[in-house]
């Protein structure tokens, strides 16, 4: 049945221009395109491609199974290495701490990616996982320049690639800024991400001096208002979208406040009359094709797998991860996209097959995290959940430490179940930090929803081995993180503008698939439990390089056999 959808049902412009692009490429490099008769694996791959795709949570694998074509998904999965056991072993499940993970082989503790956003205790201001105001834009707009990976503080498979192969070429590809920075690691030869004010691709200064010429060429095409200016209707008829909710439910935020098909996606990007809004494009399903298309002309253009040496590209799809805290995980908006998704593999790995030949690549797909279901859904089906209110616990926690120790600013700063608290006013006061830090964390374990409250005191004086607090350890990093750190029960979330959220140590949150497919790669599953950490040394042992010098990942044994 699913067989009769076209590849494409919908944005048929964009397939002829989409083509027209590839087929320009293919001619400009027709000269390099080898031969794919020779079908023995080299003794190593020529490419390295990472797919992560945002809150891809394991489930959606089985759940949205019957429905997937037989080139996407299910080819990586039936050709290829399926770990199903995989999950993070720190607390913070968010996007940054996920890239920064895979690409290091290193926990937050060490790699120092600790949450997307963060406490710069010296300068006393908020940092972002991947900012950096030294650097600047190249071929986009000035205020989307301004990232780096120089926050990340241990090394990446890439770097140590580029180490031991300086002609070897990483490139590192996702609509958001923060994945393609922090995927490609602080050796890359290029990081593009996309500019929300011009549509185009971008990078900034860190990598290079100037955009090269190829992506200021694709920039002119104006791909992004091809693909802004069509409908997003459903791929089925409504009523086959049996894995999700009704598409008309109370737990959507939506898009600009439309929760239910069409999406009049001309429309929507029109709002604001003084220019487009492209950061549409950011959360719907043509998001993806876009940098699926991006990524097709990075391998033509930069001739990656084309040479002698191995090169690496990562692809990281972030419009799952930004319309899934907008739908929440059982919304018809994100099955449809998943369904979607799937095709731009498809057609992904058939460019890869047919142009390099599978024998020369070695892929691996994964996600950054997963995601928690929307509150209201979990209480109407009676299981324990809800929304913890930071706002008002922290108005409620500065009134008690005032009645304690004397009207003061006594908390610095609040983010993602993380507490700074001035310890310049608790030293100058002459008061105990660590009992500080125990006072404000016995208060604060007390609001329904908080599991444990944990001081940085006992994370610095104690070594865990398991359970909660090794987790919640794996993530404490005594430079950046904060001196009480939330650990939220199963099914809360804490309140957000959005439907939901990811950020936990559950299950649901930290389960993630890891998939193996083509170059010596063979067919099977592996269900021993392993956590994201064992990507980097693992590619490490396939390339035979040092391993990232902050990895304590296993290798993946099973693969090596």
């Given at each position: ?27 400009h ?6 031969q794919?008769?020779?079908r ?36 990586l ?6 770990c ?5 072993n720190?607390?913070?499940t968010q996007?940054?701490?996920g890239?920064?993970?895979i690409?290091?082989g ?11 956003e ?16 030294k ?33 070897s ?10 994945p ?20 185009g ?19 002119k ?73 991006f ?8 001739l990656?797998?084309m ?27 994100m099955?449809?996209l998943?369904l ?18 599978r024998?020369?690549?070695l ?28 706002n ?21 700063y609040?983010k993602?179940?993380?507490l700074?608290l ?36 006992t ?7 398991s359970?909660?607090?090794?987790k ?5 990093n ?9 650990h939220?029960e199963?099914?809360?979330i ?10 936990s ?25 392993y956590?994201p ?16 010098n ?12």
């Amino acid at each position: 049945m699913w067989e009769d959808i076209p590849v494409n049902a919908f944005f048929s412009s964009r397939v002829i221009l989409g083509f027209s692009i590839c087929f320009l490429s293919f001619i400009h490099s027709g000269n390099i395109l080898a031969q794919n008769g020779r079908r023995i694996p080299p003794e190593k791959p020529k490419l390295i491609v990472g797919i992560t795709v945002s809150q891809m949570r394991y489930d959606y694998i089985s759940r949205y199974w019957n429905k997937f074509g037989d080139n996407g998904f299910k080819k990586l999965i039936n050709d290829g290495a399926f770990c199903r056991n995989v999950r993070y072993n720190y607390l913070f499940t968010q996007a940054a701490p996920g890239m920064a993970t895979i690409a290091t082989g290193a926990v937050p503790a060490v790699h120092g990616i600790i949450a997307d956003e963060w406490y710069d205790k010296v300068k006393k201001i908020a940092v972002k996982a991947a900012a950096d105001e030294k650097v600047k834009a190249l071929g986009g707009s000035y205020d989307m320049g301004f990232y780096s990976p120089h926050r990340v503080v241990s090394s990446t498979v890439s770097d140590e690639l580029r180490f031991a192969s300086p002609a070897s070429r990483v490139i590192s590809i996702a609509l958001d800024p923060e994945p393609a920075v922090l995927a490609g690691g602080h050796s890359a030869n290029a990081a593009y991400w996309f500019d929300p004010y011009n549509g185009g691709w971008m990078s900034s200064s860190w990598y290079m001096d100037s955009l090269p010429r190829w992506v200021a060429d694709f920039n002119k095409k104006k791909i992004a208002d091809v693909y802004l200016s069509e409908m997003w209707n459903p791929l089925l008829p409504l009523d086959q979208y049996s894995e999700s909710l009704p598409d008309r439910n109370e737990y959507e935020k939506g898009i600009q406040g439309q929760i239910v098909f069409p999406y009049d996606l001309n429309k929507l990007t029109q709002k604001k009359k003084e220019r487009r809004n492209y950061d549409l494009l950011r959360f719907v399903p043509s998001g993806n094709t876009y940098t699926k298309d991006f990524a097709i002309n990075a391998i033509l253009n930069d001739l990656l797998g084309m040479r002698s040496v191995t090169d690496m590209l990562y692809v990281t799809f972030t419009v799952t991860g930004n319309a899934g805290v907008l739908y929440g995980n059982k919304s018809v908006e994100m099955e449809d996209l998943f369904l979607r998704l799937d095709k731009d593999i498809a057609h992904f790995l058939n460019f890869i097959d047919e142009t390099l030949g599978r024998e020369n690549v070695l892929v691996f797909l994964t996600a950054d995290r997963g995601i928690a279901y929307v509150p209201g859904y979990l209480e109407q089906s009676r299981v324990p959940s809800g929304v913890f209110n930071a706002n008002q616990a922290m108005a409620l926690l500065s009134s008690y430490l005032n009645i304690l120790y004397g009207k003061a600013d006594w908390i610095s700063y609040y983010k993602n179940q993380q507490l700074y608290l001035n310890q310049q006013l608790i030293e100058d006061s002459k008061l105990s930090l660590e009992q500080f830090q125990t006072t404000a964390a016995n208060f604060l374990v007390q609001f329904t929803g908080v599991a444990n409250a944990v001081t940085a005191s006992t994370l610095q004086q104690s070594n865990f081995t398991s359970g909660i607090l090794w987790k919640i350890q794996n993530n404490y990093n005594q430079k950046r993180s904060g001196d009480v750190i939330l650990h939220l029960e199963p099914g809360w979330i804490e309140k957000t503008e959005n439907a939901t959220a990811a950020n936990s140590s559950w299950a649901y949150d930290s389960h993630v698939p890891l998939i193996w497919y083509a170059w010596k790669i063979r067919r099977q599953n592996i269900n021993t439990l392993y956590d994201p950490t064992c990507i980097a040394p693992t590619l490490s042992v396939f390339l035979d390089i040092m391993f990232p010098n902050g990895s304590a990942g296993n290798t993946i044994m099973e693969l090596l056999q």
